[in-house]
């Protein structure tokens, strides 16, 4: 514990948030840094950020005699964990896929098409009513399956209805953003050109 608590006292002190810390049994030390969130302002971590910070971790972690064979500083990629309130509410309206600890339930599930088995979503967070005085959060989504390129999509067809399940910080095994990337060249012209107008 005392070993989290130095490497991210030396990550906060040089500017930068602190994402993970994770140690494998070969050695490696791996951790994770994002810039601190200011809304309206988003700014990414690159090599010369994760340089820095590897420079002051080496040095602190030596005078602290760690154990470690290898250190690496990274960014936290396009699949970034959601632990905190702060990350929560930082990336609120985004794409995530979200593990509950356990099955919804058929409370949950009742009325719904939701298996009461399930732990695993993928859909849009947004901020829900507080629960117990906790903040509250939901995650949206519809059971549509995805458009493949090139297919064509009936006007008649009746859109999948949007589901959304609550949750609080207490009930996740795990969150992350979902890894979508946007190949710009590739989409179609009309996507293209609504997304300029946003």
Known sequence: MALQETIEQTVTGLGYDMVEIE?????????????????????????????KVTRQLQFVLEVEGAEYSRLEVSSPGIDRPLRTEKDFERFAGELIDLNLKAPIGVA?????????????FR???ERAEPVDGKPGWQIVWSDEPPVKPGQKISKNRIPAPLQALGFTLDEISQARLAPVVDFKGRRPKAAADTSTNK
């Open 123 to 125: 859909g849009t967070l």
């Open 108 to 120: 949950a599930s009742a009325g719904t098409a939701i298996s009461a088995s399930r732990k695993k």
């Open 23 to 51: 140690r494998t049994s070969g050695g490696l030390l791996r951790v994770t840094i994002d810039m601190p969130y200011v809304p309206e302002a988003e700014q990414f971590i690159n090599a010369e950020d994760c340089e």
